[in-house]
């Protein structure tokens, strides 16, 4: 067995069990311009589960993470190419409302992006410009919301505030709390700790485990501790390739492609 610094605790990871496929990738291939940033990409997402994607900076990891919500269009010049089907449809056939697909797949970026407004209005927006809720119903959303990103008892008293005023890992799950209060079916993570403390990390880190109950969660990290504690499966990037992908148990104690080995155990990266 592998020997390597990355903690995978007893118990901390979930069986796959018998996960049905929420997210099916297939043939993924991304370009800027003519610079091809994924190459051959093929990787199935499963319900109630956290998948982790790990690899050195530049290695497309992030740029495969927004693909998964088609993020990439708003950059000039991109181009894609494969199949990425969501319950069986390709989001990138042309009648595809982008709109209501990133709805249904949230993304939480890597810092803190809170509107500027209040607390109330920043987890409010949403479900307002979708037509979701109104009046109290939208009050009772916001609330529902907010304690499922569970910071609605450190700003239930603070709801007309700027969300400036908010710590930077109360910003985070604000943030989080905004994307939950539309409904998601998917919710991506890019690097969503990598601008918090240690103890706002943890806070981070329980409610994914919590909110994994309820959605299949994405995130890319550079924190291989982090992947190791959080996830059930874990896909390996390296120059845009998906180099191995399984339970992350193997790919942190028993990795089968050496390169995986050489990157966990801190050899390159």
Sequence with gaps: MLSTSVAVQPGSLRQQGDRAAKVEVEHLNFYYGRFQALKDVNLTIRERQITALIGPS????????????????????????????L?????????????????????????PNPFPMSVFENVAYGPRIHGLA???DLEDLVEESLKRAALWDEVKDKLRDSAFA?????????????????????VLMDEPCSALDPLSTLR????????????????V?????????VSQETGFFLHGEMIEFGPST?????PTDKRTEDYVTGRFG
């Design 58 to 85: 530049g290695c497309g990891k992030s740029t495969f993470l927004r693909a998964l919500n088609r993020m990439n269009d708003i950059i000039e010049g991109t181009r894609t190419e494969g199949e990425v089907r």
């Design 87 to 111: 319950d069986g449809q390709d989001i990138y056939d042309r009648d595809v409302d982008v709109v209501a697909l990133r709805r249904r797949v949230g993304m939480v970026f890597q810092r």
């Design 134 to 136: 109104r009046g109290s």
């Design 166 to 186: 908010l710590s930077g890992g109360q910003q985070q799950r604000l943030c989080i709390g905004r994307v939950l209060a539309v409904g998601p079916e998917v």
């Design 204 to 219: 981070i880190e329980e409610l994914m485990h919590e909110l994994q109950q309820k959605y299949p969660i994405v995130i």
């Design 221 to 229: 990290t550079h924190n291989m501790q982090q992947a190791a504690r």
């Design 250 to 254: 193997t790919i942190f104690t028993d």
